[in-house]
């Protein structure tokens, strides 16, 4: 291959990784994103060259991305998979063919912006629409090489990359004891939820049956003080298990639902000194929380 064929496709296939907003289908998808701009680049395309942008590195379930595009001459924007792209490189004498993604034609300014549906890395690629004077063979060489160079003016690219900036969530424990048995109902005041489809997990170990709900406040303190019966706080939590001796199990919990308690209770009669252990961990916004959804007006 031609050291000068070489030298410029490696200018064209330096990627760097930025940041992707998380995918939107998820039980977040109702707080705010913003975009921040990070950094940019200015590039001169030749008549019908192609350039290779950013590599983007989804999680799983793929993600978004957001690109200002200022251009002289229209271009092509496209996304195209990271490993058909790369070996393509390998091969540039062969023909130009890989799969793209949210093509988006003409484009001479504009914001440019795709949902990426998998973990599988993608490039962002931009593609000079204008037709040289003489023929360009549609090889990957050829469309990046020196031989797409026509002495016409250079089409100035300026990409503006964007971050994004979402909420950002851990887990997190919040409980975790081991207390002696009564018959007196265990309260624990747990927390109130910071976001919609606020995940739980609680592990329970006893050496007698349990029930085990998780309420909204207001209820537990009812049944603790003998005004509501279990049964009738029971049956407004989707929240509960009964004869419970060793279990792991999972809640979520929206914003509405206010405060939460969780609530533990014997389900036989019993004699002696008996103790249970009870961990309890959440997921919880620890940062950029200011730009989750506010709570309900009461």
Not at 64 to 78: E, L
Not at 291 to 298: A, F, K, M, Q
Request: net charge negative; aromatic share 8%.
């Amino acid at each position: 291959m031609d050291p000068a064929n070489t030298s410029n496709m490696r200018n064209f296939s330096i990627f760097a990784t930025l940041l992707f907003c998380a995918l939107a289908a998820n039980s977040y998808a109702q707080d705010r994103t913003i975009w921040r701009a990070a950094e940019s680049e200015t590039i001169p395309l030749e008549p019908a060259s192609l350039h290779a942008g950013h590599e983007y590195r989804p999680a799983v379930g793929g993600g978004g991305m957001h690109v200002q595009i200022d251009s002289r001459y229209p271009v092509t924007v496209a996304m195209a998979w990271a490993d058909e792209w790369n070996a393509a490189m390998r091969q540039p004498d062969a023909p130009a063919n890989f799969s793209l993604l949210c093509v988006k034609e003409h484009v001479t300014n504009a914001i440019y912006e795709c949902h990426l549906p998998s973990e599988r890395p993608m490039i962002i690629t931009f593609r000079d629409e204008r037709r040289p004077e003489k023929p360009v063979l549609a090889s990957i060489g050829a469309i990046l090489g020196p031989g797409a160079r026509q002495f016409m003016s250079p089409n100035d690219l300026h990409i503006l990359y964007y971050n994004c900036i979402q909420p950002e969530f851990h887990w997190q424990r919040i409980l975790n004891e081991k207390y002696q048995i009564t018959t007196v109902p265990k309260v624990y005041s747990l927390m109130t939820p910071d976001h919609d489809g606020q995940e739980l997990s609680l592990k329970i170990k006893s050496p007698i049956p349990l029930t085990v709900a998780l309420l909204p406040s207001h209820l537990a303190d009812q049944v603790y003080d003998r005004t509501m019966t279990l049964t009738d706080a029971l049956d407004q939590t989707g929240c509960k298990e009964r004869g419970v001796q060793s279990m792991n199990f999972n809640c979520t919990f929206n914003v509405a639902n206010g405060s939460q308690t969780l609530l533990i209770l014997p389900d036989i009669d019993f004699k002696g000194h008996k103790k249970a252990t009870v961990e309890a961990d959440t997921v919880k916004c620890v940062e950029h929380c200011e730009l989750l959804s506010p709570p309900p007006n009461p």
